[in-house]
């Protein structure tokens, strides 16, 4: 038996299917019975979504080798399988297996919980299946995902009414761009940016048809290069690859004291790659930094911009939903100055994964990289494929408009504003409680810190930047030590991120992230949180490691 494929092992309890025309009709039409094993998940998954997740999912952590023993066979089953055994398969090895992304306690990463309405109306997208591609094969999809789109835009760029009556459905202009996500949207956002520098001309056909060496010897251009601070996204350097860039000129430019790009090194960069013939496809404004939440000066970075005659992008994949809080969206302000802005649905709009939008100040930007087949995509029609990277792309749309509508802007309201005030609640705990150091006062709802001792925290302050790196080395291993176990236990878990701090002259440090995004997150989850790292610090093993520190001098 050591060769049978995984699948097989978990079947040999069960009789097999037998593949036949019949039973392939029946799983196209029949649903499952209510007292199925699917059904009776599906009555369950209906009932209370929270349960299901709260039971089915085991906290204990199994190593990833033993759960990849689960998924191992290499062959596609020879022979088809029974609905309920599968399912049984799904319930124990993955379910089971899978992380609690919506528990209140797990407040590390940009995973947010869904609202109820989601599971049910994701359903009816599925069912219709639609391909946005096109009209054809998508219908009423289409004007609606323009609406969105309109509305984001109109979140952002606040245009009058006559400016969507006039563009929102206008075959020759697209107001944005709906993605799989927020890297999809910047590589977007970035695509338009260089090919409207390149633009057709007298003798030139443009870099979308002639490509990047014939656009560079046209422009008299040695390199080009998008700017963005030490902050940047990594979606960025992906984004210059793609796009013939390359990774190594996504130029970086060091940050303040408070995290956000240094105007005058953003300036000063740019006179140097401009005299040195290196053209600047984009400058891009962070908006929600995805380690610290810090917004750049956008309005400043906006001027910088157009000192350069540059394209400006904000990436708000984060940050943007700020915007429907009149409470916090003036820490956006300038974003309105950008050419383009992206922001993630999958994020701070509670939509379920593989939802990110760029919208464009001008609506004929994307014009830049039209494209027309034939047989799909003709010249003039409304079509938003002509204007995606993707082809076949779902009707996630609907999903947004669904929130947009259920939600309501005073809803978002609500919600971002708790999100905020909760950050800023538990950077005080911390900043309160004598062995935590608060290494990033949040401005939205995103914030760092690291567990020093007390004691710690006073030599730190007393000694030279040598000294503190030797310190700082070894709180590194400690803190890193303490968020890994955090996560195995299951109970809760925050992430972990490096990065130079300012305090420490520039020395990186590794400190703990939180993402407050769960409304079900309450200060009760925090203090828990914060009472189970001291008592992870306290243990054997890190007590060993942070006794390393000389406190006597
Ligand atoms: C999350 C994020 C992205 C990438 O978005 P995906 O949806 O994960 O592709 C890009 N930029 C920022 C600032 C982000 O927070």
Not at 92 to 98: F, G, M, N
Not at 263 to 282: K, Y
Not at 357 to 385: C, Q, T, W
Not at 520 to 541: F, H, K, N, P
């Amino acid at each position: 038996m050591k060769n049978t494929p995984a699948h097989l092992d978990i079947l040999d309890s069960h009789s097999l299917a037998t593949a036949s025309l019949e039973n392939l009709y029946r799983i196209f039409t029949v649903p499952e019975a209510p007292n199925s094993t699917l059904g009776a998940i599906d009555k369950e998954i209906s009932d209370n979504l929270m349960g299901f997740l709260t039971d089915r999912i085991v906290a204990r952590e199994r190593s990833l080798k033993a759960i990849e023993a689960d998924f191992s066979g290499s062959q596609i089953p020879e022979v088809p399988q029974f609905v309920s055994d599968y399912t049984d398969f799904v319930l124990e090895k993955l379910v089971a297996q899978s992380v609690h992304t919506a528990a209140p306690g797990f407040i590390g990463h940009m995973a947010t919980p869904l609202p109820y309405f989601m599971l049910p109306l994701s359903r009816i997208m599925v069912a219709l299946n639609q391909n946005l591609v096109k009209i054809e094969t998508s219908k009423a999809f289409t004007p609606l995902e323009r609406q969105v789109l309109g509305m984001l835009h109109g979140m952002v760029y606040e245009q009058s009414d006559e400016f969507y009556a006039e563009n929102l459905h206008n075959s020759e202009r697209a107001l944005g761009s709906f993605c799989s996500g927020g890297t999809t949207a910047n590589i977007t956002a970035l695509w338009v940016a260089r090919n409207r520098m390149f633009r057709p001309t007298e003798g030139f056909q443009g870099l979308a048809k002639e490509g990047i060496a014939a656009a560079m010897a046209h422009a008299n251009y040695d390199r080009l290069a998008i700017v963005v601070s030490e902050r940047g996204h990594y979606s960025l350097s992906k984004a210059a690859d793609v796009l013939g860039i390359g990774r190594n000129n996504v130029i970086s430019v060091p940050t303040d004291a408070s995290s956000k790009i240094s105007l005058d090194a953003l300036r000063a960069t740019c006179a140097e790659l401009t005299a040195n013939g290196t053209g600047i496809v984009s400058i891009v404004g962070i908006a929600g930094a995805t380690e610290t939440g810090q917004v750049d000066p956008l309005t400043e970075m906006a001027a910088v911009a157009q000192e350069f005659g540059t394209h400006f992008h904000v990436d708000a994949a984060w940050g943007g939903p700020t915007l429907l809080s009149n409470t916090y969206k003036h820490i956006l302000k300038g974003i309105e100055l950008a050419d383009s802005v992206t922001i993630d649905a999958h994020k701070q709009l509670y939509v379920p994964m593989g939802a990110g939008m760029v919208v464009f100040k001008n609506p004929s930007a994307l014009g830049a990289v039209e494209h027309h087949a034939e047989y799909i995509l003709r010249a003039g029609s409304k079509d938003l494929g002509q204007y995606s990277i993707e082809g076949s792309r779902p009707g996630m749309a609907m999903l947004v408009h669904a929130a947009f509508h259920i939600i309501g802007r005073k809803g978002y309201e609500i919600i971002i504003d708790q999100n905020v005030q909760k950050a800023k609640t538990f950077a005080r705990m911390i900043a309160a409680h004598p062995d935590f150091e608060l290494i990033t006062d949040p401005e939205l709802n995103i914030l760092n810190y690291r567990y020093v001792p007390a004691a710690v925290q006073a030599k730190l302050a007393a000694v030279d930047t040598e000294a503190q790196k030797v310190i700082n080395d070894v709180l590194d291993r400690a803190n890193r030590r303490m968020q890994k176990q955090q996560r195995a236990a299951g109970k809760t878990f925050v992430s972990r991120t490096r990065f130079s701090q300012h305090r420490y002259g520039g020395q990186p440090v590794s400190v703990f992230r939180v993402v407050m995004a769960n409304p079900m997150t309450t200060l009760e989850t925090l203090q828990i949180i914060l009472d189970e790292q001291v008592e992870l610090a306290g243990r054997e093993g890190t007590k060993a490691i942070l006794a390393e520190i000389p406190l006597e001098s």
